[in-house]
């Protein structure tokens, strides 16, 4: 029996890898997670597909890249011929239960087409990716009934039609008037909910209280917390709990502005990233993030707690990650999307209950994890088929527990679509004109634009890539084999899923069996 019976899958909203304490924040006391890093795994170089919120999620939950789920923005579908986390399960009589974010979109046309009722069981299965939705709640407009949030603040004295917008995103300045903290010149106020009505408390009580009630009944959950994304809003005390002088220093150069690529410059117009180039926005922003963070870290403490009490340590999977990070500044730009490791390397630490891992415990594992990674890392947990004609990922479990792996990838790629931003506009180009791709590996971060010359960055000599040598003809040797490596990455890419791999070995060269004589003399 495998030791894996539950899997608990935390995700946070923008989380910063270097903004935890195990990853080498000097002041942020993230002790919850650093013990989580004590009992298990810390990937050092683990990486989304993307920098957007959207599509990095349908990776996350389909094991599959950008090119191949499609779901290349947020507004953008998952394909109702996509298969998710939560239907692999279900086809083993498990449930993935969700508290939280997802970003999960309903493929209309594709009920339309298949004639599915959005209201039957399959309908309303497919239109939340599979997961059962204990409380979706996505933190970017005021919650409907997906969510028992609204209810949950009413019943608490937040009497209000829009609980979320008059009291969760809304402050109090120190006069008593109040204000929206989609205004980022009002974090520094904290917001009007008590903090146990905040967000991210109310879904750590949704969590700990669907884990109780399973009981010894084996269960799987997704806990996706909406911070430390915008809007910045702090309840009181996290507000005000670090100062600027307790944040990183801000990693850009005026250099970064001569001769920018023609998409760095184009998204430098949009208002994110004027208002973030700005030291008084993203002084204003940065301890509020980190008061955000430090929230995150105290309520993981309770959910600890819960399993040491309950004794689930010892037999549940526990990932933990981000779907992409925040710029908060760096390289003059804001929110997220761009392909420097601001962004696009996470925090992931995974805790494997196995024993065959207990010698890797406290470890760090510099090999290249990414976020198509998890899929095949929890059905390997539970002991269920690996789908590997669809799945693109692979299971890390061989690294957390110690084993010789000759074969593992040593990059990563992660893609961009930029069509619905404006930067596209101020570019002047398509909808179908927009795309990136990044090759990373431990030494060069190679991207290829689609219409523009690429970037080249020497991560050795200059890992916070603030030097472009895209068009620097002494590194044309390593552009070709950076490009090279992104041509190989292309051709592992799944085409065929509608047969398994098992299907496709038991046909082959058995053309004669089916009555097909081709060839012969």
Same mark, same amino acid.
């Given at each position: 029996?495998?030791?894996?019976? /539950?899997?608990?899958?935390?995700?946070?909203?923008?989380?910063?890898?270097?903004?935890?304490?195990?990853?080498?924040?000097?002041?942020?006391?993230?002790?919850?997670?650093?013990?989580?890093?004590?009992?298990? =795994?810390?990937?050092?170089?683990?990486?989304?597909?993307?920098?957007?919120?959207?599509?990095?999620?349908?990776?996350?939950?389909?094991?599959?890249?950008? @090119?191949?789920?499609?779901? /290349?923005?947020?507004?953008?579908?998952?394909?109702?011929?996509?298969?998710?986390?939560?239907?692999?399960?279900?086809?083993?009589?498990?449930? &993935?239960?969700?508290?939280?974010?997802?970003?999960?979109?309903?493929?209309?046309?594709?009920?339309?087409?298949?004639?599915?009722?959005?209201?039957?069981?399959?309908?309303?299965? &497919?239109?939340?990716?599979?997961?059962?939705?204990?409380?979706?709640?996505?933190?970017?407009?005021?919650?409907?009934?997906?969510?028992?949030?609204?209810?949950?603040?009413?019943?608490?004295?937040?009497? @209000?039609?829009?609980?979320?917008?008059?009291?969760?995103?809304?402050?109090?300045?120190?006069? !008593?008037?109040?204000?929206? !903290?989609?205004?980022?010149?009002?974090?520094?106020?904290? @917001?009007?909910?008590?903090?146990?009505?905040?967000?991210?408390?109310?879904?750590?009580?949704?969590?700990?209280?669907?884990?109780?009630?399973?009981?010894?009944?084996?269960?799987?959950?997704?806990?996706?917390?909406?911070?430390?994304?915008?809007?910045?809003?702090?309840?009181?005390?996290?507000?005000?709990?670090?100062?600027?002088?307790?944040?990183?220093? &801000? *990693?850009?150069?005026?250099?970064?502005?001569?001769?920018?690529?023609?998409?760095?410059?184009?998204?430098?117009?949009?208002?994110?990233?004027?208002?973030?180039?700005?030291?008084?926005?993203?002084?204003?922003?940065?301890? =509020?993030?980190?008061?955000?963070?430090?929230?995150?870290?105290?309520?993981?403490?309770?959910?600890?707690?819960?399993?040491? $009490?309950?004794?689930?340590? $010892?037999?549940?999977?526990?990932?933990?990650?981000?779907?992409?990070?925040?710029?908060?500044?760096?390289?003059?730009?804001?929110?997220?999307?761009?392909?420097?490791?601001?962004?696009?390397?996470?925090?992931?630490?995974?805790?494997?209950? @196995?024993?065959? *891992?207990?010698?890797?415990?406290?470890?760090?594992?510099? $090999?290249?994890?990414?976020?198509?990674?998890?899929?095949?890392?929890?059905?390997?947990?539970?002991?269920?088929?690996?789908?590997?004609?669809?799945?693109?990922?692979?299971?890390?479990?061989?690294?957390?527990?110690?084993?010789? =792996?000759?074969?593992?990838?040593?990059?990563?790629?992660?893609?961009?679509?930029?069509?619905?931003?404006?930067?596209?506009?101020?570019?002047?180009?398509?909808?179908?004109?927009?795309?990136?791709?990044?090759?990373?590996?431990?030494?060069?971060?190679?991207?290829?634009?689609?219409?523009?010359?690429?970037?080249?960055?020497? &991560?050795? *000599?200059?890992?916070?890539?603030?030097?472009?040598?895209?068009?620097?003809?002494?590194?044309?040797?390593?552009?070709?084999?950076?490009?090279?490596?992104?041509?190989?990455?292309?051709?592992?890419?799944?085409?065929?899923?509608?047969?398994? /791999?098992?299907?496709?070995?038991?046909?082959?060269?058995?053309?004669?069996?089916?009555?097909?004589?081709?060839?012969?003399?």
């Amino acid at each position: 029996m495998a030791a894996t019976r /539950n899997v608990l899958f935390i995700m946070c909203d923008q989380l910063r890898r270097d903004h935890l304490g195990c990853y080498g924040h000097p002041y942020l006391r993230t002790r919850n997670i650093d013990a989580l890093a004590a009992r298990g =795994v810390r990937f050092d170089n683990a990486f989304v597909t993307s920098g957007v919120c959207g599509p990095s999620r349908m990776s996350y939950y389909t094991g599959r890249t950008m @090119s191949s789920h499609g779901a /290349n923005w947020n507004r953008v579908p998952l394909s109702i011929g996509e298969i998710t986390l939560g239907e692999y399960l279900q086809r083993h009589g498990r449930t &993935l239960a969700l508290a939280g974010k997802t970003h999960v979109l309903t493929d209309i046309g594709g009920f339309e087409r298949l004639e599915i009722a959005r209201s039957s069981k399959l309908g309303q299965r &497919l239109s939340t990716g599979s997961f059962h939705e204990l409380d979706r709640y996505d933190g970017h407009h005021e919650p409907g009934r997906e969510s028992g949030y609204p209810a949950f603040l009413r019943q608490h004295g937040y009497d @209000s039609d829009t609980p979320w917008s008059d009291f969760v995103i809304s402050v109090e300045d120190d006069a !008593g008037a109040t204000h929206s !903290g989609w205004k980022m010149r009002n974090v520094r106020w904290p @917001s009007r909910v008590a903090e146990p009505h905040s967000e991210t408390a109310y879904m750590t009580d949704q969590a700990i209280r669907y884990i109780e009630q399973q009981g010894d009944e084996p269960w799987a959950l997704h806990l996706s917390y909406v911070k430390p994304h915008w809007p910045y809003v702090a309840p009181r005390p996290y507000h005000s709990m670090y100062s600027l002088d307790q944040c990183l220093p &801000l *990693a850009r150069r005026t250099s970064e502005l001569e001769n920018a690529h023609p998409v760095l410059a184009a998204y430098r117009t949009q208002e994110e990233c004027i208002n973030f180039s700005r030291e008084e926005v993203s002084n204003t922003v940065r301890p =509020v993030y980190q008061g955000l963070i430090q929230q995150i870290d105290d309520h993981l403490g309770r959910l600890w707690e819960t399993l040491e $009490r309950l004794g689930r340590w $010892r037999d549940t999977l526990i990932v933990f990650t981000a779907d992409h990070g925040d710029f908060l500044g760096d390289h003059w730009l804001g929110e997220k999307e761009q392909f420097y490791d601001t962004v696009q390397r996470v925090p992931m630490i995974v805790h494997d209950p @196995s024993p065959q *891992a207990d010698a890797t415990r406290g470890t760090v594992e510099a $090999r290249f994890m990414s976020g198509i990674d998890v899929v095949p890392t929890v059905l390997d947990a539970l002991g269920l088929p690996r789908f590997e004609e669809r799945v693109e990922g692979v299971s890390v479990l061989p690294l957390t527990r110690g084993a010789a =792996v000759a074969d593992w990838r040593d990059y990563v790629v992660s893609e961009l679509d930029y069509s619905f931003r404006g930067a596209r506009l101020a570019l002047g180009r398509g909808p179908s004109e927009c795309r990136g791709w990044m090759v990373r590996d431990a030494r060069w971060k190679y991207v290829h634009w689609l219409g523009y010359r690429p970037q080249l960055f020497d &991560l050795t *000599a200059d890992p916070d890539e603030f030097v472009d040598l895209g068009a620097d003809p002494a590194h044309e040797a390593v552009r070709v084999r950076m490009h090279g490596k992104l041509a190989d990455w292309y051709g592992t890419l799944k085409q065929r899923i509608t047969l398994d /791999n098992p299907t496709v070995e038991s046909k082959t060269n058995t053309h004669k069996q089916w009555g097909v004589f081709f060839g012969e003399w």
